[in-house]
């Protein structure tokens, strides 16, 4: 049977595609190494770990999904998952492997407990996936992708959203769609996006640290309360766009209760609060 | 009575009521208003959409039945004015990327916008 072996959280930004397309000279810079150092030893971290499979709950950007039908979760159930252009040529990486057994897997045990997911066999995925992974999950040269992955998009750019309580839920059943798939897999859950940022109005570029560290204290010690924050809260609190971070507790709520955490960084830069938080599984 | 506290506390949970002026949610009033406008930067993702915008603006436009006003707000390149009109973020970066303006210029003119109402 397949196993949960541990948890990331990370945030998603074009910026830090742009940094990692620049080069390991721009990303072990002054300015970049406090967000692309904490990455290289979660890439370490994981090497050792050696999970067969990625979950990554994640969100769009209009990039795949767009308003003409807009779903408020959407599995892949894919072997293989191209890279989506944004809107400025997509990103030179091959398609990421999948797998299309677990997806389908997966697809039955949500709809199972009443999580009724939209069911891709043919999904794009933008910077919600492809800005942290390259930093620990691709081997530059002839290596390319490591680990194959099944993407998991939350809404959360078109309200009403899921709120954090169901999407709490929604990484507990998928927590059960991974254990009782049948094959033997070690499996990473990742959830990206956050954490604080605003990219509208008069607060455009606002970064709240205090709120950020505060939200990896609560996720890491008591995951739970976060799921009784109103998205208003959580709105003032870190932005609009902010409210990514229930892809996070997504994450969270797949992992055991007592997951500890084991890499926690941050950085606020520019418009961004770039978080990043593993969470180590005991065997 | 069927409408219990806990259904009341769910559907509140959703969405927000009653955000500070100053900041704003993508929802049924944006999406409605916005509807054309975000149909035709989110075509921007595909590059023969790119290239039609540079060789003839005014034929891309035509393809999404925009309002007169729209138009106007695309060829001035009025960030602020798209945006109250209900274009959403994500798909102006689409258009901010073939017009060549960087997203920090529509952030300073978006602190210096007085929020999505004026």
């Known amino acids: 049977m397949a196993r949960v072996v541990g948890g990331i959280g990370a945030s998603h930004a074009p910026s830090m595609e742009h940094i990692y397309d620049a080069g390991e000279e721009v990303r072990s810079s002054d300015e970049w190494q406090p ?58 990486f091959p398609p990421l492997p999948g797998d299309s057994k677990l997806g389908w897997h997966i697809a039955r045990s949500l709809v199972a407990d009443e999580f009724d997911i939209t069911i891709c066999q043919a999904l794009e995925v933008d910077h919600g996936v492809i800005s942290p992974l390259p930093m620990v999950d691709f081997s530059e040269g002839e290596g390319g992708w490591k680990i194959p992955i099944v993407p998991l998009a939350v809404n959360v750019i078109l309200h009403p959203l899921p709120s954090p309580l169901r999407c709490w839920k929604l990484g507990q059943a998928l927590r059960r769609a991974i254990l009782s798939f049948e094959d033997d897999l070690r499996v990473v859950v990742v959830g990206t996006g956050g954490l604080s940022h605003q990219l509208t109005g008069p607060r455009f570029g606002q970064v709240t640290p205090d709120w950020d560290q505060e939200f990896m204290r609560l996720l890491a010690e008591e995951p739970e309360s976060l799921t009784k924050y109103t998205y208003k809260q959580l709105i003032e609190l870190g932005g609009t766009e902010s409210v990514e971070v229930v892809n996070w507790l997504a994450m969270r709520g797949a992992l055991p209760e007592d997951a500890k955490p084991l890499v926690t960084a941050y950085y606020a830069h520019r418009i961004m609060g770039y978080g990043l938080q593993t969470f180590e599984v005991a065997a | 009575m069927e409408l219990t506290q806990d259904y009341l506390a769910r559907l509140d949970a959703v969405q927000p009521k009653e955000l500070p002026s100053d900041l704003d949610l993508f929802d049924e009033a944006t999406a409605t208003r916005g509807i054309r406008l975000n149909k035709a930067a989110y075509s921007l993702k595909d590059e023969p959409q790119r290239d039609l915008f540079h060789k003839d603006e005014e034929a891309w436009m035509e393809q999404f039945g925009l309002t007169d006003e729209e138009k106007d707000l695309v060829r001035r390149r009025d960030w602020i004015g798209l945006w109250r009109a209900g274009m959403s973020i994500y798909v102006m970066v689409k258009l901010s990327g073939v017009t060549d303006t960087p997203l920090p210029e529509i952030g300073k003119q978006m602190r210096e916008s007085g929020g999505a109402n004026g």
Do not use: C, I
């Open chain 1, 35 to 92: 967000l692309f150092g904490p990455f290289k030893q979660v890439a370490d971290w994981l090497e050792e770990l050696r999970p067969d499979r990625l979950v990554v709950v994640y969100n769009d950007h209009m990039d795949q999904f767009f308003l003409d039908a807009y779903p408020t979760f959407a599995l892949g159930v894919a072997d293989t998952y191209p890279v989506a252009d944004e809107g400025f040529g997509a990103r030179p």
